[in-house]
T-cell receptor
Framework: DSGVTQTPKHLITATGQRVTLRCSPR?????VYWYQQSLDQGLQFLIH???????AKGNILERFSAQQFPDLHSELNLSSLELGDSALYFC?????????????FGPGTRLTVT | GENVEQHPSTLSVQEGDSAVIKCTYS??????FPWYKQELGKRPQLIID?????GEKKDQRIAVTLNKTAKHFSLHITETQPEDSAVYFC??????????FGQGTELSVKP
């Protein structure tokens, strides 16, 4: 167990809908990273938050957004869902206050868009 | 931006043999190189990492080497066991940055 939690574990929804994925980092970790894993794209970085502020954006669609709250949990919002959004969504947390920068992954949310 | 290439994409070995997975990176600013093991449907688990000021690191049956000049790093697993079967990902990052992953290597250890 990495100490990172994600809910829900599974999500099945229809095209055009909106969903929210939740992540709670390890105690003390200030950074939350979101990654998408699909069969054809591998593990792709989406977005990084550090202590409530957006730090970096990767291959994140405009239909997707995220935020990190004062208690450091983070939510990833996916809207106008398409079949191609079906994937495993992982968050990872890191202390990021000093070297080393180990990132520990949560169990993931499997999103199926039908 | 950073780009990480990983080879081979699949690797099959006999139990007890060694396995080697290689990665190359493009950004000379990268200074942290972790390796993750992922079993089917599970989270990536950090198994070993190396920093740019170190050339080699070992932890029991696994070791990682880094060649900064050539911008490549490798994972070595000795005395492989069936429970080593999984997908292995290399990654690279620089200070306080996201991980850029390789494409993954599916390792199969045959008993």
């Amino acid at each position: 167990d990495s100490g990172v939690t994600q809910t829900p574990k599974h999500l099945i929804t229809a095209t055009g809908q909106r969903v929210t994925l939740r992540c709670s980092p390890r105690s003390g970790d200030l950074s939350v990273y979101w990654y998408q894993q699909s069969l054809d794209q591998g593990l792709q970085f989406l977005i990084h938050y550090y202590n409530g502020e957006e730090r970096a954006k990767g291959n994140i669609l405009e239909r997707f957004s995220a935020q990190q709250f004062p208690d450091l949990h983070s939510e990833l919002n996916l809207s106008s869902l398409e079949l191609g959004d079906s994937a495993l969504y992982f968050c990872a947390s890191s202390a990021d206050s000093r070297f080393p920068y180990e990132q520990y992954f949560g169990p993931g949310t499997r999103l199926t868009v039908t | 931006g950073e780009n990480v290439e990983q080879h081979p994409s699949t690797l099959s070995v006999q139990e007890g043999d060694s396995a080697v997975i290689k990665c190359t990176y493009s950004d000379s600013a990268s200074n942290y190189f972790p390796w993750y093991k992922q079993e089917l449907g599970k989270r990536p688990q950090l198994i070993i990492d190396i920093r740019s000021n170190v050339g080699e690191k070992k932890d029991q049956r696994i070791a990682v080497t880094l060649n900064k000049t050539a911008k490549h790093f490798s994972l070595h697993i000795t005395e492989t066991q069936p429970e080593d079967s999984a997908v292995y990902f290399c990654a690279a990052s620089s200070t306080l940055r996201e991980l850029i992953f390789g494409q993954g290597t599916e390792l199969s250890v045959k008993p």
